[in-house]
């Protein structure tokens, strides 16, 4: 079957590449050479086992564009596209809130480009905080290997002044240590973000 991406790229599989990060997944959690995808999954998995809280990564929505007919009982994909999803990567319930979150990395030293953001992602995120979900961006700085949660309220303030006169498309580094949470990694689970979310319900109360 063939696969492409939003751009009209083709999508290769490599089989050798899929071997390697499958077996980069089940090494220990120490191994940092993991994306930052990957690393949540793996702690969303370890929060699901300790009954914590159930959270999944939505699956990236697929245009099919030709099907197949070989049987009459049966049909095959054999050409299809990613699409650009509407939403954000992760959502699901923890002590009885929503959680809705994106996760981004970025090579950058200084500051981190509202670019890796959509306008619908964001629409989303406001939404669902209007609806009193809890939302927020896991932020991974590769270069310096530093983990920040970004509040909701942070992001939106940023994106809304980049449409200003004089607007930065960046939000810096030093904003982000200063009004966000750096997350220091653990063992089991790898990123404990849910502890910076707890704060985040106490202020609720």
Known sequence: MKIHYPNGQPYHYNKENYNSQSK?????????????EKEINLTNKQYLDDNMAVIHKKPTPIQVVKVDYPKREAAKITEA?????????YNGVYKGYYL?????????????PLSNFHGHQINHMKKSVEHGGICFTIL???TLDEIYLLSSEFLFKWWDQQYKEKGRKSIPLSAIKKENFLI????????PYLKIVDQFIESRK
């Open 140 to 142: 991974r700085f590769v």
């Open 184 to 191: 220091e990694y653990g063992f089991n689970p790898r990123i």
């Open 81 to 89: 596209y990613y699409r650009r999803s509407s939403t954000t990567d």
């Open 100 to 112: 809705d979150f994106e996760a981004k990395e970025t090579k950058n030293k200084t500051s981190f």
């Open 24 to 36: 980069e997944q089940s090494s220990n959690y120490s191994n940092r050479g993991m994306s930052l």
